[in-house]
């Protein structure tokens, strides 16, 4: 007689190989088992991968597009420049704001010279310190206006849309182009109000990205339910980037109370009314057949949980299920 043990899903099993009376070269694997309160099984739920940040930008001035540097699927930096408008227009203004600045600078000096010497009134000083700070104020709203002739990336991305040709007149509200997020992806997923107790805020749960796995962390749930839906979005972030408008599915456990004992397929057989039968040996030391029914709760990959007759200790026997009857010898 051989014995070996292992471990068989949360079950602590031991096989013990026997002979049949019958036969003497034919060995049956038996396993000891032992009951569960509970059992988990997997439930898929789809959802979407869609970038943490998604963004159609525009210039803030109206213009002609002069020049567009990038098209779609280029990536890009943050700051980066992606387009700019023809800014022939801006820079005279900008050089006349500038002389006008410089000019003003020059009679406010002489006029401070003046006054100190009591050449001029303090009003005529006055003047002339306001039209200075007038100029000032000029040359920073040309400079304000040069920087939104230029179009920069708001983060790291990629170029999802290009909407515009250079040579485009455009208006402050014409988007340029549309910018993803290319560092950091979230899933959406909506999952069913049953199931919302199961997920816990910062927990990681997995997921199946194609054919990867995954660890997302549970970021957030929306406060209402979707119109017409008795489900809840919840959000869920990564740490690696994966492509976003990728489907994916979360992976969630949930865990059933009820007590039962997992079994390999191979210990079962079909019996009536949806029931199964499982074989056993007795525990008299008469090494006798005995047939036990069964429920089967719930498969997973190559295993049954059930629930019956089965109690601690029961000695199950594996395979060759065709060749034994109810009350034979072993």
């Given at each position: 007689?051989?014995?070996?043990?292992?471990?068989?899903?949360?079950?602590?099993?031991?096989?013990?190989?026997?002979?049949?009376?019958?036969?003497?070269?034919?060995q049956?694997e038996?396993?000891?088992v032992?009951?569960?309160?509970?059992?988990e099984?997997?439930?898929?739920?789809?959802?979407?991968?869609?970038?943490?940040?998604?963004?159609k930008?525009?210039?803030?001035?109206?213009?002609r597009?002069?020049s567009?540097?990038v098209?779609?699927g280029?990536?890009?930096?943050?700051?980066?420049?992606?387009?700019?408008?023809?800014?022939?227009?801006v820079?005279?203004?900008?050089?006349q704001?500038?002389?006008?600045?410089?000019?003003?600078n020059?009679?406010?000096?002489r006029?401070?010279?003046?006054?100190?010497k009591?050449?001029?009134?303090i009003?005529?000083?006055d003047k002339?310190?306001?039209e200075?700070?007038?100029?000032?104020?000029?040359?920073?709203?040309?400079?304000?206006?040069k920087?939104q002739?230029?179009?920069?990336?708001?983060?790291?991305?990629?170029?999802?849309?290009?909407?515009?040709?250079?040579?485009?007149?455009?208006?402050?509200?014409?988007?340029?182009?549309?910018?993803?997020?290319?560092?950091?992806?979230e899933?959406?997923v909506?999952i069913?109000?049953?199931?919302?107790?199961?997920?816990?805020?910062?927990n990681?749960?997995?997921?199946?990205?194609?054919?990867?796995?995954?660890?997302?962390?549970?970021?957030r749930?929306?406060?209402?339910?979707?119109?017409g839906?008795?489900?809840?979005?919840?959000?869920?972030?990564?740490?690696?980037?994966?492509?976003?408008?990728s489907?994916?599915?979360?992976?969630?456990?949930?865990?059933?109370?009820?007590?039962?004992?997992?079994?390999?397929?191979n210990?079962?057989?079909?019996s009536?009314?949806?029931?199964?039968?499982?074989?056993t040996v007795s525990?008299d030391?008469?090494n006798?057949?005995?047939?036990?029914?069964?429920?089967i709760?719930?498969?997973?990959?190559?295993?049954?949980?059930?629930?019956g007759?089965?109690?601690?200790?029961d000695?199950?026997i594996?395979?060759?299920?065709?060749?034994?009857?109810?009350?034979q010898?072993?």
């Amino acid at each position: 007689m051989t014995i070996y043990k292992h471990f068989c899903k949360t079950l602590f099993l031991v096989g013990i190989s026997l002979s049949f009376s019958l036969y003497a070269d034919q060995q049956l694997e038996v396993l000891e088992v032992k009951t569960s309160q509970s059992y988990e099984i997997s439930k898929n739920l789809p959802g979407e991968l869609l970038p943490f940040q998604q963004s159609k930008i525009a210039f803030e001035i109206t213009g002609r597009i002069s020049s567009i540097y990038v098209d779609i699927g280029d990536r890009v930096k943050k700051d980066e420049v992606l387009a700019k408008l023809d800014d022939s227009e801006v820079n005279a203004n900008l050089e006349q704001a500038v002389a006008r600045l410089d000019l003003a600078n020059q009679v406010l000096n002489r006029f401070e010279d003046l006054r100190k010497k009591g050449f001029i009134s303090i009003q005529d000083f006055d003047k002339a310190k306001s039209e200075y700070l007038v100029a000032k104020s000029q040359v920073k709203f040309f400079e304000v206006k040069k920087s939104q002739t230029i179009l920069r990336a708001p983060y790291d991305g990629f170029i999802q849309n290009r909407f515009v040709d250079e040579g485009t007149v455009i208006n402050g509200s014409n988007p340029i182009l549309e910018i993803l997020d290319a560092n950091k992806v979230e899933a959406h997923v909506s999952i069913p109000e049953n199931l919302v107790n199961n997920l816990e805020v910062s927990n990681d749960y997995v997921f199946e990205i194609g054919q990867e796995k995954a660890k997302g962390k549970f970021k957030r749930l929306a406060p209402m339910s979707a119109s017409g839906s008795n489900s809840r979005l919840a959000i869920f972030e990564f740490s690696d980037f994966f492509i976003p408008g990728s489907v994916i599915d979360l992976i969630i456990k949930i865990k059933k109370s009820e007590q039962g004992i997992w079994l390999p397929i191979n210990s079962l057989s079909q019996s009536e009314q949806g029931l199964w039968s499982v074989y056993t040996v007795s525990d008299d030391g008469s090494n006798r057949v005995e047939k036990d029914l069964v429920r089967i709760l719930h498969f997973e990959n190559n295993y049954a949980y059930v629930s019956g007759t089965l109690k601690d200790g029961d000695l199950v026997i594996l395979g060759g299920l065709s060749k034994i009857i109810e009350g034979q010898t072993l």
